[in-house]
Nanobody, 126 residues
Framework: QLQLVESGGGLVQPGGSLRLSCAAS????????MGWFRQAPGKEREGVSC????????NYADSVKGRFTISRDSAKNAVYLQMNSLKPEDTAVYYC???????????????????WGQGTQVTVSS
């Protein structure tokens, strides 16, 4: 019953920025750790970032650290991913996911998250 819907993807030039949003319905996200994942064609689905239920702790993949910022807004029941200094290798379908626990998993593996959005395409190209 927990539904997640991503938005904000699109085409952007290298060095540009995008802000992805993940809106939830059905349940509050206040008790869930939330993650952002991405998957490019022929690639594994990889964890990008995670934020715990309170928003006080975050994790980032090494490839995006310093460029991406995850955040959440309890009042809006939403999670965001601010992406700056985008590179062509960031091109992928981005998914938000909810974990039925308050803390982020150590490995940020897809199987550690039980609810998923439909994904939004991010393309970084000149």
């Amino acid at each position: 019953q927990l539904q997640l819907v991503e938005s904000g993807g699109g085409l952007v030039q290298p060095g540009g920025s995008l802000r992805l949003s993940c809106a939830a319905s059905g349940f509050t996200l206040d008790y869930y750790a939330m993650g952002w994942f991405r998957q490019a064609p022929g690639k594994e689905r990889e964890g990008v970032s995670c934020i715990n239920s309170s928003g006080g702790s975050t994790n980032y993949a090494d490839s995006v650290k310093g460029r991406f910022t995850i955040s959440r807004d309890s009042a809006k029941n939403a999670v965001y991913l601010q992406m700056n200094s985008l590179k062509p290798e960031d091109t992928a379908v981005y998914y938000c996911a909810a974990r039925g626990w308050s803390s982020c998993p150590l490995g940020m593996g897809p199987r550690d998250f039980g609810s998923w959005g439909q994904g939004t395409q991010v393309t970084v190209s000149s």
